[in-house]
């Protein structure tokens, strides 16, 4: 372990944690001192390619209140088969199977590079992999056309023994029974009546297996696990073709001046009812495709006149938008009875104007369910995200996890005060539960009902050691994340990662605290903090917040003379800090200006679930230049690098934009990369194309590919990203040659700076 | 044609032939059970009635209870019942075999059920009664329909046999339950002259009916029975019901004589056994005389006021200026001149109009005129449609209108010239001008919301629930529907029907059928909500049949295997309606929903019915309340029915209570139709049952109808009974109105009405037709005024007077205990009776 930077990279490859800091200070006081809490943020599925499953099951601590799994920092006697918990200090007897154990034998899970291990659950049935499609039928006929073959296809891609499921809607809500002979049943449901898991069953004759399923255990078990609206695709697979293929748009008459009325909030509701009562506590992914706003009913968010048009920030600032609160609280009911189920819901809205993903956000985040928002069904945006959501490892098997649970134990100097991200509390209460929660907290157990390898959660801790009980000398503090979860195979399996971190007291060793800054992960810590405020608050209340941290946090790290601005020094594990926080204060995240809210809810629904890479391009978009003069790089995030002979590749994550400057546009328009003498020309043309194809390729979901040039109307993305450094105040004293200037009053990051020294170092702070 | 009436009872004569099988003849379907049982007992021995008339006659107030006779009686049967519905269908076992006892069964329970009467009420007023239900036997039955020669030979019998045979029968086939009863009694109202000839003997029975078996059923029988009690007396007046009473004189000469034969009415009184009974004018002879006179001739209505010939002659009418009888019948086409009159002579002043009676071949239907984008000529003050009564002035430039005598401009595209005799030119080439009936297109103004109307839809609506599908009923619907929807009603001339048709099953939960002729394979929709019922589905629900033919034999075919396997025994009721009402909503269009359904509907929806059938209620005050729909869901739901245009025809296969006083309340507002068939089993009812929907599928009908009557000056329209809905007192409102359904309208003057000018009416009916054109059909009628009570009497028409009675007396039954009913429908014939007897009875006839 040469340097931090290395130290923080073989972990995050290891463990999928990356921690705010990583040598702790050791008491409760120093910890709040540090502006920046003790934080991690974790990927439970990092891929992992060398991590093989075992095929046994953890060895668990004795102790009925700590239940740890047993670890590489486990003390371990051989010699007596005992083993010391490293959370609680129990000391356990191996069990019968670990007789053969001894220093050279080991097992799997006391060998220090598993300190990440999974675990094979061979018990339980199991249980296949369910898709509900709830499909809109309220759309263009192009636009259906299009989604139909999306469907059609998705169904090639679906395991055989899969469980498939359709429910389309209109005016009213079809639930599609499948596989019928001779004649296509479907129940029908009206569009203005939320219905609960009850009534759904009664109205749709399913009654549960038998009462006595419970006492019958293995036997009720081993039915078939179908019914009537769920049934296998080997099964129905050509059934159900013909029923997407003979989808026809919503019959019902649309007059002038109206939308369609669209039933979303009760096919959601009804499609969660349906799973609720069959398969209760199974992964299953609810897979709804809109086109439009919810128009009636029970979470409708528009009315069907439109003359009124859907709600924008403004409305909702001055409180103007009557369906808004309803709708919310209609989809936050269904998400928490989905995920109290363990049912992913998904949505996949393709409409030029909004359709009420604000309000439904909180089906996809509570569930770990997909947000994507396209123009159309038949775009290459929604066509490969979706394609891609069936994506398969190597093994053959869905890059997507189902009904997982994670939970942390800690060491008793420490407490895990809440988690932000794609999860539900389970409540759990236990010791390591901190008083203050933070996020979604109270609790050391989260659901996730979907996951996949990039989803991460945020998670808060907190210090609880009393000043006056320093820790002993090379004492580390310990946590252990425990991730259960439905593998797409159908297996049942536990990832156990566990992790230790030096403590140190803040007052003797504040420079090796300081030096173990993770600058980037404590960015999106922060990050996920402000946005997770921003949900709740007023924008420019959170922004005050995210100001004043970043203050207090220079007041204590920075290196300078009391009231002199020009003294102030960052060290290098903290100088990018401050622009990270520049650019995420102008980000989506904050800013809603410009962003409808349904875009606004996509955004940060995408930053709150994504891993701490993709977060910071999200943060800071990444910049590459291409010219004549060498080999592409990285270039600032700055007017100053829009230059007439450069091609820029901006990747925002959300778009992926090539920039072509003054004059290389003018060059292609003339024609130079067709001529064969020019031909490195139409190399350097050709260059940022293939770079962007290839994150085209690898990201998910799809971006959003822009290919504009100098003047173009779509360069916009690129200049409202861009540090303004130049703009009309202060162009003519840069002198004429460099940059583009930005017509804009935002400050630079350059007057940001000044003004955080001058702040920073103020003695009246 | 002639005795058609009778033939009603015919079949019963013919006992053994077979109970199940109606004349083929019309309107018979509902009653077909009840009456059915009774046929079956009923013995053709006529001859020997007379001996045991005389010694079971009026002297013999049978005991408080009459079942105990026939227990007596009976001896070998007692009391056994064959199941009572079954009866047509069954073997009737029973019935044909015991036939020679039975009438005495039926002759108890008669006189039983007016034991008081023979002291109370003058003698000849009870056996007026009687005769009342006996009358209507006669004449009206076969009334429009020209049906089954069967008729004449029969129809004799049933006269004779009168005299009622041996008492003992078990009352046997009789009386179903009392709700049962009632629905027919629901029937009465809508039907029209002929049908209620069989419905008025319910009326009797529905009283007794208390547990006792006694006559429910038996009524047609029953009061043929009395008279012979009556022996005599009665007997002529019942003859051919109480159009002997007239009758005699029709015959005697045309209209005017009442030959002295009328027997000083039943003032004979209780010296009845005195009368001789072969001067006794005897309706058969009466009918057969009127056929005689009139049959196969033409009558021309040109003449005011004229009596047309009974409903039971083959005749055939040319309109002349005046609606034919087939659409408009009056009690009396000769109105009294001033209200006292009316009042004096207690002759009801009424009118029965059946607007879409069908007419035979050999006459015209009607024209249709046709006045463009102006639509209909129409009076300026009383909105009157131009017609024969309008008088032109002052050369052709104005005319008088014929009802409120206002003068109107007559429009600039509509003048003509007058001729020699002050009439138009044109008079000849304008049906409006020159016929009694005539049809008016109408324009966008007399359309719903200023739309077009759409063509009318049929909705077969089929109980899929376990007894159905066991019975086999819904192969036996399905099978037929095949071919039955070929041939769905047409617009006169058009290639093929413009009705569209949609299908739906349910038991508890509904099932819609999407039958797009684009579809491979049907698509069914099921909806469970029955609590807000909705229409799942807009386009390929109601479809053409000829384009989707291929889909919807496909679905007929599968509909009896898919619910092979049912299990579900809970029906709903109110949803189903309610499903087809939001279907034509949705569609825009009127229609009709034939409903097959099985069973009480107990299913937890709107609409559930609960057993009400208390039989102690039977026989005391509170017993109209049996008769009595549920209020609430039914009664909002028959309003909306009617303002959409929605008529309902019942098919029920019951096995037991349904309820059939809150189920009929919908088709009985909504020019619909019930037919009953109890515990119905294909082999012995299908084919019953098969005829009546054949019948009811292709029969002529108009849609979301709204009907006016006018009248000139000095009295008015003020009551009217029938299948129809009124939310004013001057709009009938008919959900859909076809070729079987009459009106009753109630006529009060108003003021005196002149000998000269005479009286005139006119119908007006607005309506949608079977291809979806909007339509006002005129019938007009002109009537004769007297001062003179002989003129008024000789003009009575004894088949509309049967018709008024049953329908008011139908309707009394609701709202008074039937004790009192039946009194007063007594005392009215008796006062009626007596009033003739003062002022037109030769003296000499004091005997008869």
């Known amino acids: 372990m040469a340097t931090f930077p290395e130290f923080i990279s073989q972990n995050e490859e290891r463990d999928g944690v990356r921690f705010s800091w990583n040598v702790w200070p050791s008491s409760r006081l120093e910890a709040t001192r540090m502006v920046v809490p003790v934080a991690a943020l974790f990927t439970p599925l990092r891929e992992q390619p060398d991590l093989p499953p075992i095929q046994y099951e953890p060895v668990l601590c004795s102790r009925a209140t700590c239940r740890a799994v047993l670890n590489p920092m486990c003390q371990v006697d051989y010699r007596a088969k005992l083993w010391a918990c490293n959370f609680c200090y129990q000391r356990n007897q191996f069990p019968p199977t670990y007789a053969g154990i001894s220093e050279v034998n080991q097992p799997a899970e006391l060998l220090p590079q598993f300190s990440t291990i999974e675990y094979v659950v061979q018990r339980g049935p199991q249980m296949p992999l369910i898709f509900l499609y709830v499909v809109d039928t309220c759309m263009e006929d192009e636009d259906l056309q299009a989604l139909k073959e999306s469907l059609q296809m998705s169904l090639s891609l679906l395991p055989p023994t899969a469980l498939v499921g359709l429910i389309t809607f209109g005016r009213m809500v079809q639930v599609h029974e499948l596989g019928c002979e001779g004649i296509s049943k479907s129940y029908v449901f009206r569009g203005t009546k939320d219905l609960s898991a009850k009534q759904l069953q009664e109205m749709l004759g399913l009654t549960k297996p038998s009462a006595s399923q419970g006492a019958r255990g293995q036997q009720a078990q081993q039915q078939p696990l179908s019914n009537r609206f769920l049934q296998p695709v080997q099964k129905i697979d050509m059934n159900l073709t013909d029923l997407l293929g003979e989808l026809q748009r919503d019959p019902w008459p649309v007059t002038q001046g109206k939308r369609p009325l669209r039933s979303l909030g009760v096919a959601m509701s009804i499609a969660v009812g349906l799973l609720e009562c069959t398969f209760p506590n199974t992964g299953a992914r609810i897979m709804t495709f809109i086109g439009g706003p919810a128009t009636q009913g029970p979470g409708m968010v528009v009315g069907d006149e439109l003359k009124t048009p859907i709600r924008s920030w403004h409305d909702i600032e001055k409180d103007n938008a009557k369906y808004m609160k309803k709708a919310t609280k209609h989809y936050e009911a269904l998400a928490s009875r989905s995920s109290a189920n363990g049912h992913i819901m998904d949505i996949y809205a393709c409409a030029l104007d909004q359709t009420g993903l604000l309000e439904m956000k909180c089906c996809c985040n509570h569930t770990g369910g997909y947000m994507v928002m396209a123009d159309s069904f038949n775009t290459s945006l929604f066509k490969q995200t979706f394609q891609r959501v069936f994506t398969k490892d190597v093994q053959g098997s869905f890059k997507m996890a189902f009904a997982a649970t994670l939970e942390i134990k800690t060491s008793r100097e420490i407490k895990v005060s809440g988690a932000i991200g794609p999860c539900v509390s389970l409540n759990a209460k236990g010791p390591c539960v901190s008083e203050n929660e933070v996020g979604t907290g109270g609790t050391c157990q989260w659901k996730m009902c979907g996951l996949d390898q990039s989803t991460t959660l945020a998670l808060y801790f907190e210090v609880v050691n009393q000043h006056n009980a320093p820790i002993p000398q090379g004492g580390r503090g310990s946590l252990q994340f425990v991730t259960q979860y439905q593998h797409s195979s159908g297996q049942k399996r536990i990832r156990v990662t566990t992790t230790a971190r030096n403590w140190a007291d803040a007052q003797t060793q504040i420079q090796q605290i300081a030096a173990s800054f993770d600058q980037e992960a404590a960015a999106i810590l922060m990050a996920r903090l402000a946005v997770q405020r921003a949900e709740s608050e007023e924008g420019p209340d959170v922004l005050r917040w995210l100001d004043r941290q970043l203050i207090r946090l220079c007041q204590k790290f920075g290196d300078y003379h009391k009231d002199d601005p020009n003294s102030f020094r960052f060290s290098e594990t903290f100088s990018l800090y401050p622009q990270f926080m520049f650019h995420l204060r102008r980000s989506p995240f904050l800013q809603v200006f410009n962003n409808s809210p349904d875009e606004s809810s996509s955004y940060r629904h995408q930053f709150l679930r994504h891993d701490l890479t993709q977060a910071l391009i999200m943060v800071q978009p990444v910049l590459y230049a291409y010219s004549f003069s060498g080999p592409p790089e990285p270039v600032l995030l700055d007017s100053s690098s829009i230059l007439p002979d450069r091609i820029l590749l901006m990747d925002t994550f959300f778009q992926i934009l090539i920039y072509h400057g003054e004059m290389v546009a003018q060059w292609r328009k003339a024609g130079y990369q067709d001529m064969p003498e020019y031909e490195n020309f139409r190399h350097l043309l050709q260059a940022p194309v293939d770079d962007a194809q290839e994150l085209l390729h690898t990201r998910f979901p799809m971006p959003r590919y822009i290919d504009t040039e100098h003047g173009g109307s779509q360069a916009r993305f690129l200049l409202s990203k861009v540090n303004p450094s130049q703009t009309h105040n202060n162009m003519y004293t840069w002198g004429q040659e460099s940059g583009a200037p930005i017509l804009t009053d935002d400050v630079s990051l350059q007057v940001f700076m000044d003004h955080l020294k001058k702040l920073a170092v103020s003695s009246a702070a | ?848």
Not at chain 2, 37 to 46: K, L, R, Y
Not at chain 2, 62 to 91: K, L
Not at chain 2, 306 to 329: C, E, H, I, K, Y
């Open chain 2, 1 to 848: 044609m002639s005795q058609q009436g009778y033939v009603a009872t015919p079949p019963y004569s013919q006992a053994q032939a077979g109970m199940g099988a109606y004349p083929a003849g019309s309107n018979q379907h509902m009653y077909g059970h009840y009456g059915g049982p009774p046929q079956a007992s009923f013995p053709p021995p006529a001859g020997s009635m007379k001996s045991p008339v005389s010694s079971s006659t009026p002297g013999m107030p049978p005991p408080p209870n009459h079942y105990n006779p026939n227990g007596q009686q009976n001896g070998s049967h007692p009391q056994s019942y064959p199941g009572a519905p079954a009866a047509p269908g069954a073997p009737a076992a029973p019935g044909a075999p015991a036939a020679p006892g039975a009438p005495a069964g039926y002759g108890h329970p008669l006189q039983s059920q007016y034991p008081s009467m023979g002291q109370q009420a003058p003698p000849p007023a009870k056996q007026l009664t009687n005769q009342m239900g006996a009358m209507n036997l006669g004449n009206y039955a076969p009334g429009p329909m020209q049906s089954p020669p069967t008729a004449s030979p029969i129809a004799p019998q049933p006269f004779q046999p009168t005299p009622h045979p041996a008492m003992g029968q078990p009352p046997g086939p009789l009386g179903p339950h009392h709700p049962w009863g009632a629905g027919q009694c629901l029937v009465l109202q809508w039907q029209d002259l002929t049908c209620l000839v069989w419905a008025c003997p319910t009326l009797d029975h529905l009283p007794q009916d208390p547990g006792a078996s006694s006559s429910l059923v038996p009524d047609p029988i029953a009061q043929q029975a009395t008279p012979r009690n009556q022996v005599s007396l009665g007997a002529r007046w019942q003859g051919p019901d109480g159009r002997a009473q007239m009758a005699g004189g029709q015959m005697a000469g045309p209209q005017p004589g009442f030959p002295g034969a009328f027997p000083g009415p039943g003032m004979a009184g209780p010296p009845q056994k005195k009368l001789d009974p072969d001067s006794i004018p005897s309706p058969t002879q009466v009918i057969e005389d009127d056929q005689a006179k009139w049959g196969g001739q033409l009558y021309a209505t040109n003449v005011r006021g004229q009596v047309p010939p009974l409903v039971t002659t083959d005749f055939t009418v040319q309109d002349q200026g005046n609606a034919s009888p087939r659409f408009m019948r009056c009690t009396t086409s000769c109105l009294p001149c001033t209200a006292d009159l009316a009042k004096q002579c207690q002759v009801p002043l009424a009118v029965i109009i059946k607007p879409f009676a069908s007419l035979p071949e050999n006459e015209t239907p009607l024209y249709v005129v046709n006045h463009g984008e102006t639509g209909p000529i129409r009076c300026n003050r009383c909105k009157a449609y131009m017609c024969p009564f309008m008088q032109f002035l002052d050369g052709g430039r104005r005319y008088q209108c014929g009802f409120c005598s206002c003068v109107n401009e007559v429009p600039v595209f509509y003048f003509q010239h007058l001729d020699h005799m002050g009439r138009r030119m044109d008079f000849y080439e304008r049906p409006e001008l020159s016929l009694g009936s005539y049809e008016f297109a109408a324009t966008l103004d007399y359309c719903k919301n200023n739309k077009l109307a759409n063509p009318p839809a049929y909705i077969f609506m089929i109980d899929v629930s376990f007894t159905n599908i066991k019975s086999g009923l819904v192969k036996l619907v399905c099978d037929e529907l095949k071919t039955l929807l070929d041939n769905l009603p047409r617009e006169d001339g058009a290639e093929s029907s413009a009705v569209r048709v949609g299908f739906v099953t349910y038991n508890k939960i509904l099932h819609f059928y999407n039958v797009k002729s684009s579809l491979a394979q049907p698509q069914m929709m099921v909806v469970s909500d029955t609590v807000e019922m909705f229409v799942p589905l807009l386009d390929g629900f109601l479809v053409s049949y000829p384009e989707s033919r291929a889909v919807i034999h496909n679905l007929l075919e599968q509909i009896p295997d898919m619910f092979a396997d049912t299990n579900e025994s809970e029906t709903v009721f109110a949803p189903v309606v309610q499903a087809g009402l939001e279907a034509l909503k949705a569609a825009e269009s009127s229609g009709k929903l034939f409903i097959f359904h099985s069973s009480i509907p107990t299913a937890e929806a709107p609409g559930k019915l609960k057993n009400r059938d208390d039989k102690k209620l039977i026989n005391t005050d509170k017993e109209k309340t049996l008769f009595h729909p549920v209020k609430g869901l039914y009664e909002q739901l028959t309003k909306e029915c009617v303002a959409q245009g929605c008529s309902v025809d019942l098919f029920l296969f019951p096995s037991q209570y349904l309820d059939l006083a809150t189920m009929g309340h919908v088709p009985a507002h909504t020019g619909g139709s019930v037919y009953k068939y109890s515990n119905f089993q294909v082999e012995t009812d299908g084919e019953h049952f098969l005829r009546d929907l054949r019948k009811d599928v292709e029969k002529s009908m108009g849609f979301d109808a709204i009907m006016r009557v006018r009248t000139s000056t000095g009295f008015r329209a003020t009551d009217f009974l029938g299948a129809v809905y009124m939310s004013n007192t001057t709009d009938v409102e008919m959900a859909a109105v076809d070729c079987d359904k009459a009106v009753t309208v109630e006529l009060k003057h108003d003021d005196a009405l002149s000998e000269e000018t005479g009286a005139f009416l006119q119908c007006a009916l607005l309506y949608t037709t079977v291809g979806g054109q909007r339509r006002l059909r005129v019938h007009n009628l002109s009537l004769n005024c007297s001062a003179q009570l002989p003129e008024l009497f000789k003009s009575c028409e004894t088949d509309s007077l049967i018709n008024f009675f049953a329908k008011t007396a139908y309707r009394a039954v609701l709202n008074q205990p039937l004790k009192s009913v039946k009194e007063i429908l007594v005392s009215q014939t008796a006062h009626m009776l007596a009033c003739y007897r003062k002022n037109c009875a030769s003296p000499s006839a004091a005997s008869q």
